[in-house]
């Protein structure tokens, strides 16, 4: 039952499984592109950030050069950057005092007022605090912008080299002309412009594009859910269980012949370990007794050569006699004859035990030698 259970279930956790991996991917997708989305409002607020500061750099460096020469068309775009400047603070300072200004007007109404002009009021400081914590973070981003853009600033100053100082110098007066300075800032406006409206474009297509997404997976969410709750087949999955079941069987009764073949196996290396020892044994005792059969053999060799050295000195001897006895007339004794005589008997009898015991050695040590070379092959 605890199997049919696990087979029923294994569909749901595989698609659950898919599901999760599928909705990682998507997250991980949308974390992306919502680093490029801060990184495109990040880089066209740096756009804006440097066309303010540069239009008010070129305004001051033209003032400088011509204060007289000033048109009167520069001196309206002048009046109408400090007209919206003075908007910007004016508003900014209007936001912020108009809530004490409304608190303390409708301080005698009812406390629904106040409590709306106390929410206004919270509102408003945590608009002004947004604000100043966005104005802040810009020094070090226009910072980290030219840092960074360089060659951009030097592309940016030749070219405003170029164009004003060089192109619109007046050769009777020697200064800039003012219509040359001004096409030129309308020119980099409206590139700057149309540089924002590419990245706004982008900002745009990346936020349908998560919105696809978005859909796509919940549509496939919702249709993998639908699949699941479809009729199972039963039949199938008993038929399957029944399978897996028999092939468990198999598997078990697989798994205790090879462990019979093992045991069988271990005790036999058991038996032939015992027998390695055995024969090792044998082997140093036989050793042992062939050392020493072949210390008594040197042993007989050296008392067979000193028996022969003593048989030659015999010869030598009786030859010297039976010399002595021909060059003389007087007979030797017949008392040292027979002393003689006894004498080599008993050496010829002693060099038989001697050749005797040296054949008896030869053939034990053949018959050892014959055993380990038997040994050897058989183990």
Known sequence: MHQRTQLHHSPDLHEEAELAVHLAMLKEQNERKKAQIEEVKKRAQLMTIETCVLQQALVNLLQERRPEASSPRQQQQQQQLLQHKQQGQAGASGATATTPATASATAPATATATATTASVARTTTVATAAAAAEIVPTGVLLATLVS??????????????????????????????????????????????????????????????????????????????????????????????????????????????????????????????EQLSRCLEEGLALEASLNSRKAALEKTKRETEETAAEKEAVKRETKRLLVQSRGCSQLPQVKDLVL??????????????????????????????QDLKFQGLSA
């Open 148 to 273: 960074a853009g360089e060659i951009g600033v030097r592309r940016d100053a030749f070219e405003f080299r170029r164009a004003v100082v060089l192109g619109g110098e007046d050769v009777e007066t020697g200064g800039t002309k003012g219509e040359v300075l001004l096409q030129h800032l309308q020119h980099r406006i409206k590139k700057r412009q149309q540089q924002q409206q590419l990245l706004q474009h982008k900002i745009s297509k990346l936020k349908k594009q998560h919105r696809q997404q978005m859909g796509v997976f919940r549509s496939s969410s919702s249709s993998s859910s639908a699949e699941g709750l479809q009729r199972i087949d039963f039949d199938q999955l008993q038929i399957e269980n029944e399978q897996f079941a028999a092939q468990v069987e198999s598997s078990k009764a697989d798994i205790a012949n090879k462990k019979k073949k093992c045991s069988v196996l271990l005790q036999a290396q058991a038996v032939l370990k």
């Open 340 to 369: 003689q005589k006894f004498l080599l008997l008993k050496q010829t009898k002693k060099l038989n035990a001697l050749r005797r015991k040296l054949e008896v050695a030869q053939l034990e040590t053949k018959t050892v030698k």
